[in-house]
């Protein structure tokens, strides 16, 4: 027989006499049993259960919280998806459920965790809390927040009732002016950076969108003034870091982690040092280094007695404000970010090592830095200060900005004289922030609560931002790379995916900068972040096709830079305006190693649509092989011959990365045939002015015997047949104690060369020409002697 929910055996029973109301805080501090397997907390109407909050350690092999409602017999739908499940067995737990006039809002171990939406209204009618299950309970109270009416110097207070250890105790606890609880969860004093914002004592500030609200305060100029206290607080450090990674920029910054997120998506805009932490753009081509300064100076509070005696309130809450501002850090930060452009043989992390040796040797620091990053010690010479950029990010007004090494380290000395003799240039560091909705007078408290999303879902967000900025800096560095505006089927690949991918990228952070205020506000779920994220990770612009992707076209990138150097060695550059050199009437010949590759079609790019959220990536291809780079190396070494053998004037080399680039003859398919036959590279000819070009194939090696009929006079020699590509054979001989050859043109695969000397030894060589005469194709020297019987 099913027994009725409500009938089940408790665990815990707490009568709510006086029901739930708006405000309502129900607090439950137990521990989970050791071998557990499910256990619930109910609120109950009558036979009705208004919410049920059922975590289960394992269901089907997974840990779910189900969340629910029992109207009458029947049981609404499941409520279950959640970021993560909070409980461990044997393990303690604190559990606050807060009732709003429109849900109620969980926290476990002072992180959210769910909102559950009313499907009971009178919540009024909520008169029993049970718990049931694999559970102890340790302590359980109900408590809510009202004004006190006869004591305007008391915040509020708590009524309720405490059920601990077995007892029920009657509890009221004031909150007594002029204390600032740091520890007390409910009270939720937030502490955040100020990142270069004009942060003042008394200002408003919603903690939803993290932003500061101008021009309103809860008290008058001269109130104001009455109630603020100032104490000294001093303290320097230096630090040098190598750090590329945005979680170490913002722990050396102080921010948390809804604040980096509302950074990163541009919520919120950072200025003075703040800056530093918004140049999110990674490259690997450049070694970097930040030089930080930190000092503070002093800290002013507002005493609590003036949240009694408030003076705008109802115009901060209608503004959106959730929180004013009680407590700034003044003093001030700077850092300089060195940066130095890689050489295509130059390491990073080595780099890296060698800027920070360079900086320590410099006499001016005399005092020990905090050194992180890593980098094999070099010898500091190894990198010229005028290779070195400075970008400045600071607290500190400068007449002009430093951009060189030498102007950074000026600055840096006179950093702690332009604070001013008394710290007055000093800035916000940090700030304090009471919640309006603990303030009496609050009409709508419940509009002022600030949820705070899981450290496991901000991990995960940033990650997801991080990699947004890391896959735009490769697309950037690819495209910037001097060696990538030579060719322009290639460059114009990379813009199309980088116009795309930023389109995706907007858009997806805008979604993700409207959703988070509403989340923080109670206004969405995290699992309609969750969604999003889903969508995110299932997207092909965050799949590791489009990792391949780029790794594919940076392996070209080098490969077409390395041959293009080669190339430039011998004085041949990359040239689009064939068709100058054609019209050219004292140009006879055009030889251009043309690169063959880079016009084929990239179906993954074509394929992906601006706003490609899901779908399946076509295959990722590559024309690069390690039999395309041999035959590559094989035709550079040939053209670079050719290019030294050849001292006419009516013959020039040049480069070339199109298929088809004369205008004159668009419909000309040769080009495009060699470039399928020939991947990778092809040295195309043009003669006399056509615009037809020829593959230029060498002829083979000749092969040849002489040892078949040797007399005292002569010498037969045998040839292996010519190969298609030879126009024309020479063979050449002299005594081996002679210096000039003798040349016979043959036409025939046997010779005889006859005249010869009796018992001399001779030298023996063969060259075969093709279209390119200038430049043949010689055999191995053989040495014969001849017969001495006549």
Not at 167 to 180: A, C, E, N, S
Not at 454 to 464: E, F
Request: glycine share 4%.
């Amino acid at each position: 027989m099913n027994i009725p929910e409500s009938r089940k055996m408790a665990v815990h029973e707490q009568d709510l006499p006086n029901g739930l109301s708006d405000q309502t805080v129900i607090t439950i501090r137990g521990q989970v049993k050791p071998k557990a397997d499910k256990f619930s907390i109910n609120l109950h109407k009558d036979n009705h259960i208004a919410f049920k909050f059922n975590p289960r350690f394992n269901e089907g092999g997974k840990q779910v919280i189900v969340r629910n409602s029992l109207i009458g017999n029947d049981w609404g739908s499941e409520e279950r998806h959640l970021s993560y499940f909070p409980f461990k067995p044997g393990e303690p737990f604190e559990m606050k459920i807060l009732c709003t006039h429109s849900e109620f809002r969980v926290k476990v171990d002072k992180k959210d965790l769910l909102s559950y939406r009313h499907r009971i209204r009178e919540i009024d009618q909520i008169k029993k809390l049970t718990v049931q299950g694999d559970v102890l309970i340790r302590m359980l109270s109900i408590a809510r927040c009202r004004k006190n009416d006869d004591d305007d110097d008391d915040i509020g207070e708590m009524l309720g009732r405490v059920f601990q250890h077995g007892i029920i105790h009657d509890v009221k606890t004031q909150l007594l002016r002029g204390r600032i609880p740091k520890d007390d969860d409910d009270f939720d004093i937030v502490e955040v950076a100020a990142m270069g914002r004009p942060f003042q004592l008394g200002m408003a500030y919603d903690l939803r969108k993290h932003t500061l609200i101008p021009g309103l305060t809860l008290w008058n100029h001269e109130k104001l003034q009455d109630k603020i206290s100032i104490s000294d607080q001093y303290d320097t450090k230096f630090n040098l870091h190598s750090s590329d990674k945005s979680e170490d920029e913002t722990s050396n910054l102080k921010v948390n982690g809804s604040l980096k997120i509302a950074a990163k998506l541009g919520i919120v805009e950072f200025s003075g040092s703040g800056s530093y932490f918004t140049n999110n753009v990674k490259s690997d081509k450049r070694a970097k280094l930040t030089l930080g300064y930190h000092t503070t100076t002093k800290f002013k509070q507002l005493s609590m007695d003036h949240l009694t005696d408030v003076s705008y309130l109802s115009d901060l809450e209608e503004t959106g404000a959730t929180h004013v501002t009680v407590g700034i850090l003044y003093g001030a930060d700077a850092y300089f970010v060195f940066e130095k452009e890689l050489k295509s043989d130059e390491n990073k992390q080595e780099m890296e090592g060698v800027l920070t040796l360079k900086i320590l040797n410099i006499p001016i620091f005399n005092v020990k830095l905090e050194c992180e990053g890593s980098g094999e010690k070099k010898d500091s010479k190894t990198v010229k200060s005028d290779e070195i950029r400075c970008t400045f990010y600071g607290d500190f007004k400068l007449n002009t900005n430093p951009c060189t090494l030498e102007e950074s380290l000026e600055v840096y000395k006179k950093l702690p004289d332009m604070l001013g003799e008394n710290g007055e240039h000093a800035v916000p560091l940090q700030v304090w922030l009471y919640p309006l909705s603990k303030i009496p007078k609050a009409e709508h408290p419940s509009d002022c609560l600030i949820r705070e999303l899981s450290d496991s879902l901000i991990t995960r967000l940033s990650h997801a931002i991080d990699r947004l900025n890391l896959v735009e800096g490769k697309l950037i560095d690819l495209i910037s790379d001097e060696s990538t505006k030579s060719f322009v089927s290639f460059l114009n690949k990379l813009q199309d995916m980088k116009q795309k991918f930023s389109h995706y990228k907007a858009d997806i952070m805008t979604k993700l900068a409207h959703l988070l205020p509403l989340i923080r506000g109670y206004k969405s779920e995290e699992s309609d972040l969750e969604d999003l994220l889903k969508r995110h990770d299932d997207s092909v612009f965050n799949s590791t096709a489009m990792d391949q992707w780029l790794e594919y076209r940076k392996m070209e990138l080098d490969v077409l830079r390395t041959f293009l150097r080669q190339l430039r060695e011998v004085g041949v550059n990359l040239n689009e305006d064939l068709h100058i050199l054609l019209s050219d009437a004292d140009i006879k010949n055009v030889v251009s190693f043309t690169f063959t590759s880079l016009e084929e079609p990239d179906e993954f790019l074509s394929q992906l649509s601006d706003s490609d959220e899901e779908g399946k990536a076509a295959e990722i291809k590559t024309w690069l092989t390690r039999g395309i780079i041999k035959s590559m190396r094989k035709k550079t070494v040939l053209f670079k011959d050719l290019k030294k053998s050849n001292n006419s004037k009516s013959t020039k080399f040049t480069v070339s990365a199109r298929s088809n680039p004369i205008i004159s003859n668009p419909s000309a398919t040769a080009g495009s045939e060699h470039h399928r036959l020939h991947p990778g590279a092809c040295i195309m000819l043009y003669e006399d002015g056509s615009d037809e070009a020829i593959c230029f194939c060498p002829p083979a090696k000749p092969v040849f015997s002489a040892t078949y009929d040797i007399n005292h006079s002569s010498i037969t020699v045998r040839l292996s047949p010519a190969c298609a590509a030879t126009s024309k054979r020479t063979l050449e001989f002299k005594p081996r104690t002679k210096e000039n050859w003798k040349k016979l043109f043959i036409h025939q695969d046997e010779v005889k060369l006859t005249e010869l000397e009796s018992d001399n030894e001779y030298e023996i060589r063969c060259s075969a020409m093709g279209i390119l005469q200038d430049l043949p194709v010689t055999s191995d020297i053989i040495s014969v002697r001849s017969s001495d019987n006549p």
